[in-house]
């Protein structure tokens, strides 16, 4: 179970306003530490993380960059003890991964705080995917599910043929969930 929650409001460094939703990727690049560091990585989360845990910023990208973002929320997502979507709801979630109705049934069932971080999730993915921000990042509802989906849920399996099924299902059911789940009381928290 999620113990709390952050709201984080990305900024860059210097900016007087929020970065918008129409930044475009540069470049993709995953949020691993293990990733060397080079001129083209420093915005990425392998560079922002250590000086972040530091408490000291990290130095200004010439351009701002919207993986960096993106990387620390799926990082921090990814690194819950617990996934966002509990162990103990993941098949219900494989199961009914292409039925919208069942798919927010799940969603209620979640215990609070879980349903509220994850409902807080899906409204910004809701952004995302509205026609003026896709044409832009390039990102639809198939590509974000894909990107959230292990992010959000876990397979437990040690199976590889388990898992690379399930993975299709997850990233379904997230998809279902980005067009059809009711987010609309969330308006004004995001």
């Known amino acids: 179970m999620i113990t709390h929650a952050f709201r984080i409001k990305f900024m860059p460094l210097g900016a007087e306003r929020p970065l918008g939703v129409r930044v475009q990727p540069g470049h993709r690049c995953p949020g691993q ?4 560091v080079t001129h083209s ?5 392998s560079a922002t993380g250590p000086h972040l845990a530091q408490g000291c910023p990290p130095s200004r990208p010439a351009e701002p960059r919207a993986v960096s973002p993106a990387s620390l929320l799926k990082l921090w997502y990814r690194e819950l003890e617990e996934p966002l979507i509990p162990h103990e709801f993941y098949e219900q979630c494989i199961a ?4 919208p109705e ?6 209620h069932a979640l215990p609070r705080i879980n349903r509220m971080v994850l ?4 409204r910004f993915l809701q952004v995302f995917v ?6 832009v990042t390039k990102m639809d509802v198939s590509n974000l599910a894909m ?6 849920l876990r397979c437990q399996s040690d199976d590889p043929r388990v898992i ?3 993975t299709r299902k997850e990233m379904s059911f997230l998809r279902v969930l980005i067009q059809h789940l009711d987010t609309s009381f969330m308006e004004g928290v995001l």
Request: overall charge negative.
């Open 130 to 135: 509205q026609p003026a921000n896709v044409a």
């Open 164 to 166: 690379f099924e399930n």
């Open 102 to 107: 069942a798919a927010v049934a799940v969603v």
């Open 33 to 36: 530490p293990s990733q060397p």
């Open 119 to 122: 409902c807080y999730l899906i």
């Open 96 to 99: 009914h991964y292409d039925s």
């Open 41 to 45: 990585t420093l915005p990425c989360v």
């Open 147 to 152: 990107v959230m989906a292990p992010n959000c």
